[in-house]
């Protein structure tokens, strides 16, 4: 039986729901399976494209080339002293890999509860939510190179994280199939509760001290009650990046606008909220045709059923005309776009 399958609806495996085809699919799962990867004609001569759980990207057309979806399973962890180190299978769906830290007590990712997609797609591009980067927990992963096969482990220094943003999107970009991740977790809860939306939610349910159990609940409430579950409202998060500006630039932006949501990153560069540059042009619960911005969230672009790609995507090119008209500042897309 070979891995590779002809013409594949990549419908049920991208979170936006558009219906396009792959010409080649494999799913990847075992290490026999990444043999028959390596030793095929199609790796070497179709256009590959890694996919995970297809939560951050955005296909405007079918996949004239080779779908790879990464299913390797496994969690395993090594306890020293106050510290774990876990590894998990790039294919582990990354809340099952949360909720499995939580329930043994491995503290540092509960702040990352219900972020969708897999463990291999993580570092990609540094995920993040209520105060945490996968940054701060991040270890090590191994990458095998596609064009040689040689695997490769990453330090946390050669991953190059930013915000949103890693070496896997710049030079190495597309050259890496992540096979599996190495997390650095602490036995000992460090609760981190700065976000004041977690504060305010375990203030309402009287908890005083809590746990990371608690926080992962906290999380998940605050998630769910904010943004559409792909599984009935086609999506993909935020669908821009939040813009780092100047300072100079910022203060313009604030003699016209003082009320402009934003948090100072350094001295000189000022982080702004684009859902709230996006609300203010008027788009907050937009719907046009089968697209819009999620009602409770306009940095959210959804599909209302039959969107097509190439939609949403002349829709977020809207977006970012017309903020950049009112506000001067140009949205950067935080989604893949294919
Ligand atoms: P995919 O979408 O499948 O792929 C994303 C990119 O990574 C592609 O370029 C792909 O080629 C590459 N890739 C995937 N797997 C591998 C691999 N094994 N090796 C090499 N390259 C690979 N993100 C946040 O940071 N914070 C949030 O709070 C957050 N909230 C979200 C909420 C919703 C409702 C949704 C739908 C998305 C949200 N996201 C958030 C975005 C998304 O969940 C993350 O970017 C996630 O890491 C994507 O994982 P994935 O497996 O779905 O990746
Ligand atoms: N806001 C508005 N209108 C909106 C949306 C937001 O005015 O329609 C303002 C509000 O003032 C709000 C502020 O923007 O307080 C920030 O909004 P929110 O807390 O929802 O966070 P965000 O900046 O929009 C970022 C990440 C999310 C992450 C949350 C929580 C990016 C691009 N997005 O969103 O990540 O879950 O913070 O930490 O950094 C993702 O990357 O896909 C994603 C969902």
């Not at 540092?108 to 927990?137: C, F, M, R, W």
């Not at 300072?247 to 909220?273: C, D, M, N, S």
């Not at 790609?309 to 008209?325: K, L």
């Amino acid at each position: 039986m070979t891995i590779f399958q002809q013409n594949t609806s990549l419908k049920p495996y991208n979170t936006f729901g558009i219906p396009v085809n792959a010409r080649y699919f494999a799913k990847l799962t075992t290490a026999a399976d990444l043999q028959e990867l390596l030793g095929s004609d199609l790796i070497k001569t179709e256009p590959l494209l890694i996919l995970g759980g297809g939560s951050n990207l955005l296909f405007t057309k079918d996949f004239e080339g080779l779908v790879v979806k990464v299913s390797i399973p496994g969690i395993s962890e090594v306890i020293t002293g106050d510290e774990v180190i876990v590894t998990a299978g790039a294919g582990v769906v990354w809340n099952d890999f949360v909720n499995y830290c939580v329930q043994h007590g491995y503290a540092g990712v509960e702040n990352l509860s219900l972020i969708p997609g897999t463990v291999g797609a993580s570092p990609i591009q540094n995920i993040g939510a209520y105060g945490v980067e996968l940054k701060d927990v991040f270890e090590s992963c191994t990458g095998m190179e596609i064009n040689t096969g040689i695997s490769r482990v990453f330090s946390h220094a050669d991953c190059k994280f930013g915000y949103r943003d890693s070496i896997f999107k710049n030079e190495l970009k597309g050259q890496y199939l992540i096979t599996e991740v190495r997390f650095r977790l602490n036995r000992v809860a460090k609760i981190n509760t700065q976000y004041g939306a977690i504060q305010e939610e375990l203030a309402k349910r009287g908890i005083a001290i809590p746990t990371i159990a608690d926080v992962s609940a906290v999380v998940a409430h605050i998630r769910v009650s904010k943004l559409p579950d792909p599984s009935t409202i086609g999506n993909a998060g935020s669908f821009f990046k939040n813009p780092v500006i100047a300072k100079a630039e910022f203060q313009k932006i604030y003699k016209e606008f003082p009320e402009v949501v934003h948090y100072q990153v350094t001295p000189g560069k000022v982080k702004l909220a684009a859902g709230w540059l996006i609300e203010q042009c008027g788009f907050k619960g937009k719907v046009v045709g089968q697209t819009g911005t999620w009602k409770s969230q306009a940095l959210v672009l959804v599909n209302h059923g039959q969107a097509t790609g190439q939609e949403v995507y002349s829709f977020s090119e809207n977006i970012i005309n017309t903020v950049e008209a009112k506000f001067g500042v140009r949205l950067e897309r935080e989604v893949n776009i294919l």
